[in-house]
């Protein structure tokens, strides 16, 4: 995947989803490798408060090209540390 290609070439991430990231102003695969998955999310949950969670997994499912369901669940209790939520 080339960073600098549009956020719907990466999987797990649909329509709706790519629209939230470029309202807030991430529109490439570098800008969300560079902000990460838990400041992608809270700028996005900052916009649109009820957000959910699955939004957190399936960015960080993308950056790592893995399928959103197969995302380790001690990375998603550290993602859910990392972004407050417990």
């Known amino acids: 995947m ?4 549009p956020l719907e ?5 649909g329509p709706q989803s790519c629209r939230w990231l470029r309202e807030v102003g ?3 695969i570098s800008q969300l ?5 838990v400041g992608a999310f809270q700028l996005v949950r900052r ?21 959103w369901r197969k995302l380790p669940a001690d ?6 540390k990392d972004a407050e939520l417990e």
């Open 2 to 5: 080339k960073p600098d290609n």
């Open 9 to 13: 070439t990466l999987r797990n991430l």
């Open 26 to 28: 991430i529109h490439t």
């Open 33 to 37: 490798r560079q902000i990460g998955p």
């Open 47 to 67: 916009k649109s408060p009820r957000t959910s969670i699955n939004l957190l997994w399936a960015i960080a499912a993308a950056l790592a090209d893995i399928d």
């Open 75 to 80: 990375t998603k209790r550290q993602l859910r």
